[in-house]
Nanobody, 120 residues
């Protein structure tokens, strides 16, 4: 059984920073791939950053601004978000799967989501 609990969201001004954390538990197999995704109302969930057997991946719209990190000893996945822009406003989700997949809908386990709001 995999559990994912996000924390650290909130509000920021454009150009500011926020850090998201995800406490994960479950088998090593089911948490091999971990990632952050986001969704805005009316749109599909999008990959933001992932760590898996594919290495570290970033969506083009966050490259150079966001950093994903994983601490297996602490069972924690973090997302450092810098140079935030209003278009980063979304609900952010932590997700896990045995293997990386390009389709967000095929990731197996999800956190409850956490809101990030960036004002101009």
């Amino acid at each position: 059984h995999v559990q994912l609990v996000e924390s650290g969201g909130g509000s920021a001004q454009a150009g500011g920073s926020l850090r998201l954390s995800c406490a994960f538990s479950g088998s090593t197999y089911n948490t091999n791939a971990l990632g952050w995704f986001r969704r805005v109302p009316g749109e599909d969930r999008k990959e933001v950053a992932t760590i898996s057997e594919k290495g570290v991946r970033y969506a083009d719209f966050v490259k150079g601004r966001f950093t994903i990190s994983r601490d297996n000893a602490k069972h924690r996945l973090d997302l450092e978000m810098n140079s935030l822009q209003p278009e980063d406003t979304a609900t952010y989700y932590c997700a896990a799967a045995p293997y990386f997949t390009y389709n967000p809908n095929l990731w197996d386990f999800w956190g409850q989501g956490i809101q990030v709001t960036v004002s101009s």
